[in-house]
C-alpha cells in the first residue's frame, strides 16, 4: 500500500491502518518505519514516553492478544481517531479509542483513551476516584482494577 501523495484525511487513515496491522502481525521492523524518530506515546500509564520506551514497555503486551479489531476510524489531514477491541490469551477484552497524529506518512504521536474492560466476557468494574465534592464516589467503595492493559498499544501503537 502506497501513502496518497496528496496528503489529508485519506493519507492519515491508511497511515494509522498500516501501523495498526503492524503492530497485530508483530512486525517490529515495519512498525518502527511507520513511527517519526520524535515519535511520542501517552495513555493513563504513560507520560509522553519515546519510541525506544513503547518499544521497551508496550510491544511486549501484544504478544497476549489474540483478537485486534478496528471499529471505527475519524479522519482528517492531522490524525485519526481509532476505535478498537482486543481480547487477550487470558480472556481478558477491552475497547480503547486512540488519537494518533499522522506527519509526512508517519505517526508521530498517540494518545490512549481506555474504555470498558471484559474477563471471560463480564464486564469488570474500574476503581472510582473519590474526587471532593462528588457525591457519587462517598456512596461507593473502589472496586479492584479490572483486567486492563497497561499502555493499551499493547494493542496498538
Known amino acids: 500500500m502506497s501513502v496518497p501523495e496528496s496528503g489529508g484525511a485519506e493519507a492519515a487513515e491508511l497511515a494509522v491502518r498500516r501501523l495498526y496491522d503492524a503492530f497485530h502481525g508483530r512486525r517490529r521492523v515495519d512498525t518502527e518505519g511507520l513511527l517519526t524518530d ?4 501517552t495513555s493513563p500509564y504513560d507520560d509522553g514516553i519515546d519510541k525506544a520506551a513503547y518499544f521497551e514497555r508496550c510491544w511486549p503486551n501484544g504478544d497476549r492478544f489474540v483478537e ?3 471499529e471505527r476510524v475519524a479522519a482528517d489531514a492531522e490524525g485519526a481517531y481509532v476505535t478498537y477491541w482486543c481480547s487477550t490469551k487470558e480472556g481478558d477484552g477491552f475497547r480503547n479509542t486512540e488519537y494518533l497524529k499522522v506527519r509526512n506518512g508517519r505517526v508521530a504521536s498517540v494518545d490512549v483513551y481506555f474504555g470498558e474492560s ?3 466476557g463480564k464486564f469488570v468494574p474500574q476503581p472510582q476516584t ?3 465534592g462528588d457525591a457519587r464516589s462517598n456512596d461507593r467503595e473502589a472496586t479492584p482494577q479490572g483486567a486492563t492493559v497497561p499502555g493499551a498499544p499493547e494493542t496498538a501503537p
Open 38 to 41: 520524535d515519535f511520542r506515546f
Open 68 to 70: 485486534f479489531s478496528i
Open 118 to 120: 471484559y474477563h471471560d
Open 130 to 132: 473519590e474526587r471532593e
